[in-house]
């Protein structure tokens, strides 16, 4: 027999007492002033927390909220703007208020109400606000409501770290908060049924301790919101005019801070991959592994030799690997030549470095080319038209920093290393990092390739020294 489905359509129910509410579908809210409860129907975990937490918010909500705010005003001094933006926030604190007392009574399942579609949020937002710039205050409001609809559920982390990556400048304002919301919204300062005694001039009224509790939350959410927008509001005048004193100035897209080579090679700055696009999958890392079951028919002796009769074999699928590419004016690395050796080290990290135009003179760059199935949309110009290499070295260790032992580690290089330091000791250098990660070498890019496709047939060939290294010793 087919589950019956609750209906989307706003329907009325009846409570315990006799009162009329109406039941919606949606985000989880509830307030008796308006009567109204609002849940997602799913048949799901998520769907469950969230009827769970609407419940609960409806009975934390008292029927003289607003009297009791009015308390609240007159024994804090508010004005009527203040408690205006107070009374915004207070739904979204009572939410997060029910949330903690199902948490303080063990019931951990309601922690499902928000999962990832709430991070994925945060992304999507960010993007609305670059496209259009006349609605970016608005968003930075929302941005921290989705951070406060969040607490106490698995999605809390995610959207925090995605905060961190796409508007830092929220995640800042709401950290010196952070603990003190949370742990305000558990345990008895969510409990309706404490009262305390609130005073002003002669008198003296008591509140619900959830109520009074909630309402300072309601506040500093208020104030963040506040904070954030202005902050927000900085940071953009500052990128339109990066010039203005007083202002921070706009980083480059992808630079990280310049860094020194040290005694033997030059400067130089790192651009990670920003504008990327997909890069076709290639053959790089890929091998044959025994299966008991597929097309292709491998040693019938694992018939009896292996207790699960693997006699078949597939291709598993490519590992990546590192590829580091010498874009000195010798090696300047073409569109063309750059497709061929990504569709033959699909999945790999490719990084390139010459002399950087776009910095002083005698700064070198490092650029990220592909990484994680993704790859720059166009070659940078410094490694395109090509330069000094001044880095070798330094490149070489970058790479290194993100390179998995089993990978393979591919160096495209004549070898003409030039620095800081005598040539013996730069070439000497290279070759000690090189030997740490097992490396290949290749001496041009159609040597790269056929290295490429010999590692994903399976072979492990040894490759010479690139020609300039000859006559160095070890």
């Avoid at 959830?210 to 940071?235: C, M, P, W, Y």
Wanted: glycine share 8%; aromatic share 6%.
């Amino acid at each position: 027999m087919k589950e019956k489905q609750i209906p989307i359509e706003p329907r009325l129910v009846t409570d315990e007492r006799g009162e009329g509410w109406t039941a919606r579908n949606g985000a989880p809210s509830a307030s008796r002033t308006t009567r109204t409860i609002a849940a997602e129907y799913e048949r799901t975990p998520r769907g469950k927390a969230s009827r769970l937490v609407a419940l609960v918010q409806a009975r934390l909500e008292p029927d003289n909220l607003a009297e009791q705010m009015d308390t609240y005003a007159k024994a804090r001094g508010r004005d009527a703007d203040e408690m205006r933006a107070l009374t915004e926030q207070l739904p979204r604190v009572l939410q997060v208020q029910a949330l903690g007392a199902l948490l303080t009574s063990d019931h951990p399942e309601a922690s499902k109400m928000a999962d990832r579609r709430e991070s994925a949020r945060v992304r999507a937002l960010t993007d609305y606000a670059e496209a259009i710039p006349a609605q970016a205050e608005k968003v930075d409001a929302a941005l921290v409501d989705l951070w406060a609809a969040t607490l106490h559920t698995d999605a809390e982390a995610a959207v925090w770290r995605n905060l961190g990556k796409y508007a830092p400048h929220i995640r800042e304002v709401i950290r010196p908060h952070r603990a003190w919301i949370r742990r305000a919204t558990v345990g008895s300062r969510a409990d309706n049924t404490a009262s305390v005694q609130v005073k002003w001039d002669d008198e003296t009224q008591r509140m619900n301790a959830n109520i009074f509790n909630a309402a300072q939350i309601a506040e500093t959410l208020a104030a963040i919101a506040k904070h954030a927008q202005d902050s927000g509001r900085v940071k953009r005048e500052a990128a339109q005019d990066p010039t203005k004193p007083g202002e921070p100035t706009k980083k480059k897209p992808g630079t990280n801070k310049p860094q020194t080579g040290g005694k033997l090679w030059r400067d130089y700055n790192t651009y990670t991959l920003t504008e990327r696009a997909t890069h076709p999958n290639g053959q790089l890392g890929r091998k044959w592994a025994s299966a008991p079951y597929g097309k292709s028919v491998g040693p019938i002796s694992r018939e009896i030799t292996d207790p699960a009769a693997r006699i078949f074999r597939r291709r598993t699928s490519g590992r990546g690997g590192t590829v580091v590419v010498d874009c000195s004016g010798s090696m300047a690395l073409q569109p063309a030549q750059l497709e061929a050796i990504l569709k033959a080290a699909g999945g790999a990290t490719v990084y390139a470095y010459t002399s950087d135009y776009d910095a002083p003179q005698g700064v070198c760059g490092i650029w990220e080319l592909a990484r994680n199935g993704k790859r720059v949309r166009e070659i940078p110009t410094s490694c395109a038209h090509g330069g000094d290499n001044g880095i070798d070295g330094e490149a070489l260790r970058h790479a290194l920093k993100t390179h998995r032992k089993s990978d393979p580690f591919i160096w495209i290089t004549d070898g003409g290393v030039t620095g800081r330091g005598q040539l013996a000791d730069m070439v000497n250098d290279c070759r000690a990092t090189m030997r740490q990660a097992r490396g290949y070498y290749a001496h041009d890019h159609e040597q790269a390739v056929r290295l490429l496709h010999a590692i994903a047939r399976g072979a492990r060939p040894r490759t010479a020294e690139p020609p300039y290294f000859a006559g160095t010793t070890a």
